[in-house]
């Protein structure tokens, strides 16, 4: 099964084709004013045109009301909207009814127990994302370069699609791998040099050790 790879809080053309050059499957752009990722989406909707025919583009949002989400998705014409706060079953189901588009929901993980909060989300999200809490302190519900221990998602079912993200790294994402055979991955600080400032070079590291875990694995 191939690996999907998202690349997200892009804002910038460089780092956008870095991705897109070393194969990420999916980009993601964040709306939200307080994360130091947050892109106009006008300006995304320009960015977007880079990936048209080579990646998904997931629009992440946190509560975001229909106003908001109107003004992103006419501008910036997403294939999969992330919601990435405390959205409900019922919201998803509405977002999902609005759009015409697939969800992938959000869920942050300490322990055990945080993983019961997806069933009700199982029939009604196309995709889940496992991120780690966000610190205390935090005003961002992701994007915080902390991880999970990825063994707790060995509990899941084996049909369940997610994505597995919260601190990954060019140094971590072996074990990542390893430890949770995840369908997908999700990386965003881990491939920047300073808090917003996505890194070319970072991003091809990041794809050299993903390749280089598959073929361990592969052997
Ligand atoms: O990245 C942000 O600033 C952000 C802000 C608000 C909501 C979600 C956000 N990020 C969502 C993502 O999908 C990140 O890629 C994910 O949280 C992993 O981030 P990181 O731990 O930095 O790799």
Redesign the pocket.
């Known amino acids: 099964m191939t690996l999907d790879i998202?690349i997200?809080?892009l804002t910038s053309d460089d780092t956008l084709l870095a991705a897109l050059n070393e194969g990420a499957s999916h980009i993601?752009f964040?709306f939200?004013p307080?994360?130091?990722?947050h892109i106009e989406p006008a300006a995304a909707g320009m960015l977007r045109q880079h990936a048209v025919g080579r990646a998904k583009v997931v629009a992440?949002t946190?509560n975001a009301d229909d106003d908001a989400l109107d003004a992103i998705v006419k501008s910036v014409s997403p294939e999969i909207l992330?919601l990435?706060g405390n959205e409900t079953p019922e919201r998803v189901r509405a977002v999902k009814q609005r759009y015409g588009l697939p969800v992938m929901k959000?869920f942050s993980i300490s322990e055990a127990a945080d993983l019961d909060q997806v069933e009700p989300f199982s029939h009604v999200a196309d995709r889940l994302?496992f991120?780690?809490k966000p610190p205390k302190g935090s005003q961002?519900?992701?994007?915080?370069?902390?991880s999970f221990d990825w063994r707790l998602l060995a509990a899941l079912d084996r049909d369940v699609d997610y994505m597995l993200?919260?601190?990954?790294n060019a140094a971590n994402i072996g074990d990542a791998l390893h430890l949770s055979n995840p369908p997908g991955i999700?990386?965003?600080?881990?491939v920047e040099r300073a808090p917003g400032i996505k890194d070319a070079a970072l991003i091809a590291q990041f794809f050299k050790a993903v390749r280089s875990a598959q073929e361990t694995s592969a052997t």
Do not use: E, M, T
Not at 34 to 37: D, L, V
Not at 165 to 168: A, D, M, N, V
């Open positions: 998202k997200c809080g993601g964040i939200f307080k994360s130091p990722r992440v946190v992330q990435h959000a994302l991120d780690a961002l519900p992701g994007g915080n370069g902390v993200s919260g601190g990954l999700d990386i965003s600080s881990g």
